[in-house]
Structures are given as structure tokens and as C-alpha cells.
């Protein structure tokens, strides 16, 4: 095949728009093969051993919770998937402490959203602000770096902010809202994969940033390392003990707490939104509604043919585009001109701006350098004759 020729999965709606991307003699793509390995060892379970696990982990989160005002803490961004998992909790007795990160971006669909779900299910809401001026300076930095993912400052500090609010609180359980049955596939080329290296982050900001970030939350080691599953309270997918449906989610939504639902995934934040349907489409001819859609068809929720109807719709409606570019712009205190010279900018990799492997290895190889010199050289050193 020609390196320039576009070719579409058989099976779901990836396309190479990515260059990670191969294909089987049908036709078949590398993730199509990647989601039912993933199911075939992790989620091809009958009900009524999802519902015995389940139990178990509802069970767990309870005697932890035991003495305690809460027993979980669940991040809320007013999306399908995390609002869900706030009514789930209702269903099994838990007692939540439901945390939303506010970056300063929220649409007010996505605020009306969050407040409906809280009140409707009696569920306390604690909300982090962050510091507009200094996080609006982080954002500023990675636009200015030229680098790919502008979301890595958010979603960074809602790790960080997350796991602070858990500590502060006494809280072991964090539930997570990542969910592999509507958000499995995700080429690696359209992402940063390391969002929690916090020594990218501050390189990337003394480069282009114009203020300290001491003040702004930061992820620790032991943080994480628990948000990548290293200790022994992991967070809890909770969505995965389950036969997750996203239009029966949606139903319950809307009937049981005034739900309103959005155009796309992610598109509760106008910052997202922004970036999704006009940043990564316009700069790098990338849609991440062949991604989110494609999940949709690789678990079934979706025929192929419905995904590809859904791709034909507007990324943006245009009225709302024009709305939120002068948001955008606005807020960040940009020209035109200015955000289009960034956009201009060429393609630079996250990793040419040093990460934490790096500084790890500049540590571990002092460390192996001074214990050669100081333990083992002297062993291979030749004694002086004595007269």
C-alpha cells in the first residue's frame, strides 16, 4: 500500500490517520485485534460473575469506609460516563464524596449537569478551583512548546487535585472513571502517554511559562504510582463490573436526574471542545470521533454503518465554533494572529522537552557511578608493596 494512500478499518472506523495503525489480510485493524484481547482476558465474563465481583468490590469500599463520612471519592466532569458512575453509587448504598476539577473552562451545560446530579442524589460535592492566572500561563506554555497534547495540564492536575482531596479527606477508594467499553482505543500519535510526568511539565513551563507553579496541585510519586495501579488501593473501574451501555446510561440520566446531554465526548469542557473539533482536526488532521466512535463499535453499542453516519456530521457546529474561538482567544488574552502563528508551529515531541524516565536515569546512573568508584574500583585497586 502506498504510504499516502487513506485506508479504513473492515471492522470500526480507525483509518490511517494514524501512523500506528495496521491491518490483517481482511482488513481488520491492529486495535479491532487489541480490544478482544483485552475482553477476551478481562471483560468476556457472564453477569453473574461480574454481579459476585461486583459485590465484592462494593463490599471492600464499604469496610473501608467504615467509621469514616465517605467511602469513595468519584471524579465528576458531567460527562456520560463519570455522571453514571455517581448514580451506580446511589444504587449500591455508597456514600461518595463527589470531587469536580474546575479549571476555569466549564461549559454551563456541564455545570447545570453536575449540580442536578449532587442534588438529585444527596451526594456532596467538593469542587477544586485552580489558580486561573498561573494555570492559564501552563496551558499558555504547551500552545507556545509546539508539542501535540494541549490537555496534559488538565489532565494532570485532576489527578493531582483528586489524590490531594483523598488524603485530605482519609478516603482509600478512588473510583474511576475510565471506562475500556467507550474509550478502549486511542492511537498512541494523538496523545502524550505519560499525562502524570510532572518533570515535562515543569521543563515545558520554565521554557515558555511566565510565572512560578508552586502554588498549582502536583502529582507525588506515591500519587502516581497509584493511579497506575503499583499499590495496594488502586483506584476502582467501576464501570467494568458491569454490562455497560452508554445509550441506557444516557436514559436513566435524563429520566432520574434532568440530564443533558452533548454533541461529543468530552465536549463538557468549551477548552476541550475547542481542542478536539478545531485544534487537533485543523493542525493535525486528526478527529478523535473516529476513536470514541470506533470503542462504540468494538463493544458493540455501534454498527459500523452508524459510526460512519455519525462521522459525517459537523465536527463543530459553526455558530458554536465562532462562539468559542472568541472564548478562547478572550481568555487567553491572544490575537488571532498570535493563536494562528502557534497553530503554524511545527510538530514537536513531549519527550524533546525531558520526562521523568530522564531524570530518573541521570539519578540511577550518579548512583551506579559512585558506587563503582567508591565499592568496587578500590576492590581492583593494586595494594602498594611494603618495603
Known sequence: MNSTEHKICTRCIMDTTTKLIKFDEKGVCNFCKQYDEYYAAYLDKTPEQLKRELDAVVKKMKDDGKGRKYDCIVGLSGGVDSSYIALLCKDY????????????WNSELAVQNITNICEKLNFDLNTYVI?????????????KAGVLDWEVPTDQMIFASLY?????????????????RTEFTIPGDWIFGDKLDNINLQNIQKKF????????????????????????HKPVHLLSYIIFNKQHALKRLVEEVGYRPYPNKHYESVYTRFYQGY???????IDKRKAHLSSLVQSGMLTRDEAIKELENPIYDPTLLKDDFD??????????????????????SHESYGTDWDERYKKLSVKIKLFWKYRIAPIFKPKKETA
Open 209 to 232: 511559562g511566565t510565572c512560578d507553579i508552586k502554588k498549582l496541585p502536583k502529582i507525588p510519586v506515591k500519587g502516581k504510582e497509584f493511579f497506575y495501579g503499583k499499590l495496594d
Open 131 to 143: 489558580d486561573w492566572d498561573t494555570f492559564k500561563d501552563v496551558q499558555l506554555s504547551y500552545i
Open 279 to 285: 485544534v487537533l482536526p485543523t493542525r493535525l488532521g
Open 93 to 104: 448504598g455508597l456514600r461518595p464524596l463527589i470531587f469536580h476539577f474546575d479549571n476555569g
Open 164 to 180: 490531594e482531596t483523598a488524603q485530605k479527606h482519609n478516603i482509600q477508594n478512588v473510583i474511576s472513571g475510565n471506562n475500556v
Open 327 to 348: 472564548y478562547v482567544l478572550k481568555k487567553f488574552e491572544l490575537t488571532r494572529e498570535q493563536f494562528d502563528a502557534y497553530m503554524a508551529l511545527p510538530l514537536v
